[in-house]
């Protein structure tokens, strides 16, 4: 049985579909629309990069990798790992609102990234499982500061472009999609090149280097003066 359901959109405010628009590589093209919207950017880039391996991403598979190869972990604690990370990232996910309200975007942004960096510095140096959990728990700002992030390439990028803020939040989606597989590979070889030297937590400090050169970056003004930070 076929359920069709009527257009209720009025005639005159439909677009036809456009494929280029959807394309993931579109966003490569906002590197090209001013500084400010290419630094932004870029922290977008190292932002997702680094996603794997941050505090607040849990369910990754390199960091079940991780687990199961060097922390010897079963089923059952990951399991048990992925129910108590979500109670514990949960603070992050309550707070991003006010903190975005209360700090402004540009604030929120820059506790993100350092609280990716402290997660990440702690589970470097952390040797017992219970290091993950504290990872968790000082990463769980992380996502405040992403969803910061994309509201102000959404807000720049309308500032700058001719595409409306739907249009590059979807941009910007579609490419944090692409990436976060590509990225993937990346840190599954950087696990199997630290595993092989000893160092199997040597992806965490490849993370905490890409997040300094993130925070160093995000030092920069990323609001224009007189506007929203």
């Keep these: 049985m076929k359920v069709a359901l009527p257009e209720t959109l009025p005639p005159s405010r439909r677009k036809p579909f456009a494929w ?31 996603a794997p391996v941050a505090g607040g991403h849990i369910s990754s598979p390199i960091m079940a990798i991780y687990q199961a190869d060097s922390l010897g972990w079963g089923l059952m604690q990951r399991g048990r790992f992925e129910s108590g990370s979500s ?51 000082l990463g769980c700002f992380r996502s405040g500061g992403t969803h910061a992030l994309t509201a102000m390439i959404a807000a720049e990028g309308a500032a700058t472009t001719d595409l409306g803020q739907g ?38 400090l490849v993370g905490l280097a890409c997040t300094l050169v993130q925070l160093g970056l995000a030092a920069a003004p990323l609001a224009p003066r007189g506007g929203k930070k």
Excluded at 168 to 189: H, I, K, M, P, Y
Aim: aromatic share 12%; proline share 3%; net charge positive.
């Design 20 to 50: 280029k628009a959807a394309s993931p590589l579109s966003f490569i093209k906002l590197f090209r629309s001013g500084k400010r919207l290419r630094l932004l950017c870029t922290l977008a880039v190292i932002d997702n990069w680094v």
């Design 87 to 137: 109670a514990l990232s949960f603070p992050g996910l309550f707070a991003a609102p006010w903190l975005m309200r209360r700090l402004g975007l540009e604030a929120t942004v820059r506790l993100g990234i350092v609280s990716s960096s402290v997660a990440l510095l702690v589970n470097f140096l952390g040797r017992k499982s219970w290091h993950l959990y504290l990872a968790i728990l």
């Design 167 to 204: 249009d590059l939040q979807a941009q910007v989606s579609n490419f944090r999609s692409v990436l976060g597989t590509v990225s993937g590979l990346t840190w599954g070889w950087v696990y199997g090149v630290g595993s092989r030297r000893g160092v199997p937590g040597l992806f965490f």
